[in-house]
């Protein structure tokens, strides 16, 4: 059992997470906490980080999200500070004089460094995957894939003298064919579903919102209660969903349905026609997180006629900023046509598309039928093999897996889904119903489109 401090009188765990707590300074090496939305399930972790960085002086620890955009954001910007705050009110050192904006990371005052990194962002995370690490802890695993965490596993390697090596994980609860039921629950390996050799050094502790309700807004928890079945059970309950009946979408098809390289067999075929979808948001900037993101998705039919996801470029940006990012990748693409849904804010993304670029090719499509009736001639392609992701894209596949025959489940819109649905609609019009005036784009030079796709 490690050691851990009590760093302030006036802040107080939870009932809850003094014992989830337990748990993280415990023997297990690999230490999760699952559970619903707004438990402290990252405030936790981050202290925890933190008093392991104070106890091994020269220490390295680093913190792992999917996308670095958001991890800078909720955790850099948001939970440290506030834990920080908390939890050490009288620490010689405040979060602006320790951290490092440039390189992204927080050097305490005995030498300790906290480095902070998005998964996704290849460059940064292979030079921060070159150093060694007393401690590494993955946020929001269901949005990242088992091979990074396999990968950035093999940098737990520091030597130490106070403290054990660890890994943490936080999650809300995802499908129960996700790697972190399998490794947490089941405790098997995700990769062969054999029993883990030593099961104690995996331990799991769900921390739920009506845990941490003194911490919260009063309303959050009715909030969830009104939350459809499936959503309540994730968000609130934190329990890990079976694989329903209504889904439109499940984990084991996109996982059978990926390419994960142009290296790898089958190769990916020459691409005939190029499209860039836009789900339009009133979202004010990246700043606003209140707000839905703006769905940009790029995908192409495929010399086979199979249609291949091959970026999401969706977040929250101003209408200037989500304009240039498509243009740029009309581009980057040798794209065909810009999509974008007449019946939300058609009108304006046509004259912002065009304040950035007036010759770009530009086409409104109309949302005559509710999303679910749209996506479900999608889904069917997915079933018969005939679209694939290039990559993962865990925070629109976590949305697609939202998608019942009865209704959406997750707690905000469904941008980027609903961008691929346009995507994929435009790509294989004889899978809609209505009839659709289409543009008919000018011809694009295939020899540099293929020339573009190389250099992706």
Known sequence: MEAVSTPSNEFKLTVKQEKAQDMLISDAVHCAVGGGSRSGKTFLLCRQVFIRAILEPNSRHAMFRFRFNSIWASVVLDTMPKM??????????????????????????????????????????????????????????SQIPWASVILAKTRLAQLTHNIK??????????????????????????????????????????INPIDNQDNIGSGYIKLLEGLPERARNR?????????????????????????????????????????????PSGCSGPEDLRSDEVGIMVGALGADGHGYLIEDLSGRYKPEEWARIAASAFERHSADCIVAEKNFGGDMVRAVIHAENPDLP??????????????????????????????????????????????????????????????FTELFP???????????????????RTQNRRRM
């Open 235 to 279: 968000f609130l309950h934190g329990r890990f969903s079976d694989d329903s009946e209504g889904a439109l979408w499940s984990e084991e098809t996109l996982a059978q349905n990926r390419r994960v390289g142009h290296e790898l067999e089958p190769k990916i075929p020459d691409f005939q026609r190029v499209i860039i979808a836009i789900d």
């Open 362 to 423: 530009y086409k409104e499509v109309n949302a005559s039928r509710g999303k679910i009736v749209r996506a479900e001639p999608i889904s069917m392609l997915y079933d018969q093999n005939k679209i694939h992701h290039i990559g993962h894209f865990p925070e629109l596949e976590d949305q697609l897996m939202g998608m019942l025959v009865s209704g959406y489940v997750g707690l905000k819109s469904p941008d980027r889904a609903d961008s691929l649905v346009w995507l």
């Open 430 to 448: 004889k899978m809609t119903k209505k009839e659709d005036k289409y543009y008919i784009p000018p011809k694009i030079n295939t020899s540099q």
């Open 84 to 141: 920080l705050r908390l939890c050490f009110p009288y620490f010689n050192a405040t979060m602006d004089q320790m951290l490092n904006k440039k390189h992204g990371y927080m050097t305490l005052p005995n030498g300790s460094e906290i480095w902070f990194a998005g998964l996704d962002d290849k460059d940064r995370t292979e030079k921060i995957l070159g150093m060694e690490f007393a401690t590494i802890y993955f946020n929001e695993c």
């Open 165 to 206: 090596l660890k890994a943490f994980y936080d999650f809300n609860p995802p499908s129960k064919k996700h790697w972190t039921y399998l490794q947490f629950v089941d405790k098997v390996n995700p990769d062969d579903r054999r029993p883990e050799p030593d099961q104690f050094e995996f331990g799991y502790y769900m």
